[in-house]
């Protein structure tokens, strides 16, 4: 199995800052990693496929880089939004998610 | 716009069995682009997935949870079904349907969610 490994597990941030979270496969996984946002009582939301394509109607401060088993989630210019909780999830070998890291809007 | 609604009792005593059901609107299952996944997220834990149906029947699904799931698809009505036996506390999360999608250069990645139902194992 695919180990997943997110970093940090929450983080604070304020609006207009950049933050980012990094995500580990224990083994490669070329580039066939998604990044998905979380909000309590809502549907998760696809922000970026193929570790760095944008979905259609995500927001540009959203990015994504990275391939073989490190990637990071970056986002720019924070907004209240924001504040969620963030999953990385590999399409490599079956799916497997990270644990997800939860993001608090100071 | 497609659309997916997870429905199901929210409450399933141990040893019993859990049944959800994912309608799909806006747009047909019947598509064979497209997986028809069970994710779920146990409270205080991250996301783990379940399981998927093609349109034409095929299954695949998580080896820790193969032996207690079924997925199945009914085109007729456009929806697909979860059904995992035996259950205990550790089956009680938010379970969320979804749509895969896939590309060479992408994986696969799931684009379309439902907003998730809270299912909860206790006597």
């Known amino acids: 199995d695919i180990q997943m490994t997110q970093s940090p597990s929450s983080l604070s941030a304020s609006v207009g800052d950049r933050v980012t979270i990094t995500c580990r496969a224990s083994q490669y996984i070329n580039s066939l990693l998604s990044w998905y946002q979380e909000k309590p009582g809502k549907a998760p939301n696809l922000l970026i496929y193929g570790a760095s394509t944008l979905q259609r109607g995500v927001p540009s401060r959203f990015s994504g880089s990275g391939s073989e088993t490190d990637f990071t989630l970056t986002i720019n210019n924070l907004q209240p939004e924001d504040s969620a909780t963030y999953y990385c999830q590999q399409g490599y070998s079956l799916y497997t998610f990270g644990q997800g890291t939860k993001l608090e809007i100071k | 716009q497609l659309q997916l609604q997870e429905s199901g009792s929210g409450l399933v005593k141990p040893s019993e069995t859990l049944s959800l059901t994912c309608a799909v609107s806006?747009?047909?299952?019947?598509?064979?682009?497209?997986?028809w996944t069970w994710i779920r997220r146990p409270l205080g834990k991250g996301l783990e997935w379940i399981g998927l149906v093609y349109h034409d029947g095929n299954t695949y699904y998580d080896p820790s949870l193969r032996r207690r799931v079924t997925i199945s698809i009914d085109r007729s009505n456009n929806l697909f079904s979860l059904s995992l036996t035996s259950v205990t506390t550790a089956d009680t999360a938010v379970y969320f349907c979804a749509r895969g999608d896939y590309s060479n250069d992408s994986g696969w990645y799931f684009d379309l969610w439902g907003r998730g139902i809270l299912v909860t194992v206790s006597s």
């Open positions: 806006g747009g047909s299952i019947n598509s064979g682009h497209y997986s």
